[in-house]
């Protein structure tokens, strides 16, 4: 069993930056691909980027794209979400999870196993 745990958010003022981190515990002795998805409130849980466990293929949400950064850490099982140019619409819980291997997809929350506990980021206008 993999534990996740987000850490990095915060209040910031739009335009601002964040960075987020996803440490996994566990059995980390494999490479996992992950994913970050986000959740505002009253609305479904949403993609917002993927990297494979080499780091060598990225996915995002159109609407993160060229704002978002998905990167790996040197330690095994980290991963960091950077957010630039936030908007107040960014504002969510936003959660690491483990891809399921079995899945060919990287955009469906039941694509995703063992999800942290969501670290909320708030973008004030």
């Known amino acids: 069993q993999v534990q996740l745990v987000e850490s990095g958010g915060g209040l910031v003022q739009a335009g601002g930056s964040l960075k987020l981190s996803c440490a996994a515990s566990?059995?980390?002795?494999?490479?996992?691909?992950m994913g970050w998805f986000r959740q505002a409130p009253g609305k479904e849980r949403e993609f917002v980027a993927g990297i494979t466990g080499s780091g060598g293929t990225i996915y995002y949400a159109d609407s993160m794209k060229g704002r978002f950064t998905i990167s790996r850490g040197n330690a095994k099982n980290t991963v960091f979400l950077q957010m630039n140019s936030l908007k107040p619409e960014d504002t969510a819980v936003y959660y690491c999870?483990?891809?399921?291997?079995?899945?060919?997809?990287?955009?469906?929350?039941?694509?995703?196993?063992?999800w942290g506990q969501g670290t909320q980021v708030t973008v004030s206008s």
């Open positions: 999870a483990v891809k399921k291997y079995s899945s060919s997809s990287w955009f469906k929350v039941e694509d995703y196993t063992s």
């Open positions: 566990g059995r980390t002795f494999i490479s996992y691909p």
